[in-house]
């Protein structure tokens, strides 16, 4: 049973199920949309930089 919920858990982080109800939850403006997907950006883009040498 516990290795059985625990796929499940894992499976549905993957497929960003539960991310995509969370935020339909309530409604996001525009402006605050652009805002965290630059944020988002920007994260990777260090990141990306961060282990571009390796």
Known sequence: MDKAL??????????GTLRTVRMRR????PSERRR????VA??????????ADQ
């Open 6 to 15: 625990r796929r499940l858990k894992k499976k549905i982080d993957r497929e």
């Open 26 to 29: 309530s409604y996001e403006k």
């Open 36 to 39: 965290r997907k630059e944020k």
């Open 42 to 51: 920007r994260f990777s883009a260090m990141l990306a930089a961060r282990y």
